[in-house]
């Protein structure tokens, strides 16, 4: 059985992946911006941002740090084109 916390916390995530895609495929890399991902689940916010409860869901954990390396390696690609 799914707890509603993991949908919540999965929805958060699959925000995050979408809003790289977008990024990636509009060639928007070299533009400074911001994208919000909101939710109303305060516990999935709190585990994805606080890292809290990563040791009862590693996969949430693993998730999050493929996204972070995606995001790491776009912003290292962007300012390699704007120098």
Known sequence: MVSSKKCETEGLLLGMEVAIQYIKQSNLQSQSGIIYIFSDCKNAIEIVTNKTEFNRH???????????????QMMRVSSKLTA
Do not use: G, H, L, S
Request: proline fraction near 7%.
């Open 58 to 72: 590693p996969e949430i954990f693993e998730k999050v740090q493929q996204i972070r390396r995606q995001y790491a």
